[in-house]
């Protein structure tokens, strides 16, 4: 976080008042209260935006934004997107000093020009003008101008005035003009809790907001779009790409969509529909024939980016996929549900927000989402549920999502119309790790063990990459990431195990550790819990002000047989432990086999919610309670 001294100021304040001309662009005038949980300070983002027909747009933008520090370079980003259906008009920056003195100018034939997508695209026509700043000094003031026209009406870009954390905002306001009238709507989230300006009439929205302080990001918090302003338009009657469109709701949507962007790219070759129906000709049910097809696809193509195809929407055709062997999300999906419905199974194309876990706005229909997927409903033989698959990985065990789509609101699209449904949910128990251990402790200090970890649900797909690791790198990754805390840790032996069927990763790992207990004359002193250690404890907050959140819960059970060295012998072992809060719970307990080994066995549940941020304090001391026990230690005396 920035921080600024009163003599900082001062010198400032003195230099900038030398300057004879008016400048308003010296840090010593931005308000004190901005510079607080500030990386960067938005001193004024105006956004001004003429819908001229249903595929007409003008965006007209001006931000000014003051970089504190290298943290808030990405908030004051000099760059406009492009494309084949959209003309950059106006393009420029300025860079000020902090004193507000120009010191850097840059006219749109400086701006660099280059693909918008990564090189791992096949091609794309979206295209960026950016200017590739290195700062010298900071603070620093960047003033980005743009304007561009787009025939492309169907994504109106939102506002959101307070982009993230540790960005305040001088001034913010964003004006849309429909003078045609044509169907609109909006949708405003999180306005109540600040001091937004807003008017509304058949012609022209407009919103504005000042002097909003940075808020600081807190461990365990909601995402910032849940508590920050934000707010959505869209036009009824659009176009995108050339391709015109009208909706009002998910269901019109979804047949506009299915009609306009689907029907006619599922068409495959004569060679390849016998080839699918002689693959499942003996399957008895769809679920078979959803598996059999859904391995064909995974073992015949890649994914690649692909960038084209009215905005990026359009999927290309089964048949090219088919041909090539590649594609991106949409094709890969088009491509399975194509093969499908060979096969006799139907399913549908499906819209989802990925990687980030969040939900297609079930409320307010637009165009939205990041990624496919397909829907399999009501599958024959799954019980009655849903299945999804993801399309673009290769080694993805068929049905399971992982984190990257799991448990969130999306739109399938359907001949009918589009539907909100929710994919599978990876819930607390169900991210399930049981680790079992044989360890012998050494006279010197040492130990061997042998360790067999069981994962399923969110921590299966935590490990489920590990299969393609060579040799030194999962040995690299055990020492310096999964055990790290234990020193001197040697990898002997791993067997793994990806059952795709079930779902499970099996781990069956032989290890030794050096000098791991503390070896004195009279006491041999060592820490019971060796593999799955546990001591996150949140960061503390004198004043909480964001809820607590715990994305994801889970469940640990660990059984260890210890077996202590020639020569010493047990004592009395530590009483059981138990902690149950609305969190989770703890359990530890100890359990005498003979004189010479004992069972160490260990629960730990964590809970998925979101509670008040007075709740955060009580999740703190529930950590801090399971760290604690989690170092615990156990002395062995000679005989």
Known sequence: MFKTSSV????????????????????????????????????????????????????????????????GIVDARMAERYDNDTKINKLS??????????????????????????????????????????????????????????????????????????????????????????????????????????????????????????????????????????????????????????????????????????????????????????????????????????????????????????????????SKVDKVGYGDCKGLTNYTKALLEVAGVSSYYTIVYANEKRDIDKDFSSMQGNHVILNIPNAAGSKGKDLWLECTNQTMPFGFLGDFTEDRNVLVVTPEGGIIKRTTAYKNKTNFQELKAEIQLEKNGSLTANLKRVSKGLQYDDKQGYDTFTKEELYKYYKSSVWSYNNNLEIVSVDLLNDKEKVVFTEDIEVSIKSYATVSDTEYLFRVNVFNKNNYVPKRYRKRKLPLKISRGYKDEDSFKITVPKGYVLGVLPAEKEITTKFGTYKVSFKKINVTSFQYDKSLSILEGTYAKEEYKNYRKFRRSIAKHENLRIALTKE
């Not at 030398?18 to 105006?46: G, M, T, W």
Request: overall charge positive; some cysteine; aromatic content about 14%.
């Open 8 to 71: 900082l100021l001062l010198f400032l304040f003195l230099s900038v008042c030398c300057f004879s001309q008016k400048n308003d662009y010296a840090v010593v005038l931005i308000p004190q209260n901005l510079l607080e949980n500030a990386n960067a300070v938005v001193r004024n983002n105006a956004v001004e935006i003429t819908i001229e027909d249903f595929d007409k747009m003008l965006v007209t933008k001006r931000e000014v934004v003051t970089v504190l520090n290298k943290l």
């Open 93 to 318: 920056a300025k860079i000020y000093n902090a004193y507000g003195k120009e010191i850097k100018k840059y006219k749109k034939r400086d701006f660099l020009d280059v693909s918008a997508v990564s090189g791992g695209t096949l091609y794309s026509d979206a295209r960026v003008k950016y200017v590739d700043y290195t700062p010298v000094a900071y603070p620093y003031t960047v003033v980005f101008e743009s304007e561009y026209r787009t025939r492309t009406t169907g994504f109106i870009p939102w506002w959101l005035p307070i982009n993230g954390y540790y960005i305040s905002v001088e001034k913010s306001t964003y004006k849309i003009n429909n003078p045609k009238k044509i169907p609109w709507r909006s949708k405003k989230t999180n306005f109540e809790n600040f001091a937004v300006k807003a008017t509304a009439s058949e012609t022209e929205i407009t919103f504005s907001i000042e002097n909003q302080g940075g808020y600081k990001y807190e461990n365990s918090a909601v995402h910032y779009r849940e508590v920050l302003p934000k707010a959505m338009l869209t036009l009824n009657n659009f176009s995108l790409k050339g391709v015109s469109g009208q909706y009002k709701n998910w269901k019109e949507f979804g047949s506009w969509m299915h009609s306009r962007l689907l029907v006619g790219r599922d068409f495959l070759e004569p060679a390849t529909i016998a080839t699918i129906k002689e693959l499942v000709k003996d399957a008895a049910t769809p679920l078979e024939k959803a598996k059999l097809v859904y391995a064909f696809m995974q073992n015949k193509t890649r994914y690649i980016s692909v960038q084209v195809g009215i905005g990026g929407w359009e999927p290309i055709p089964a």
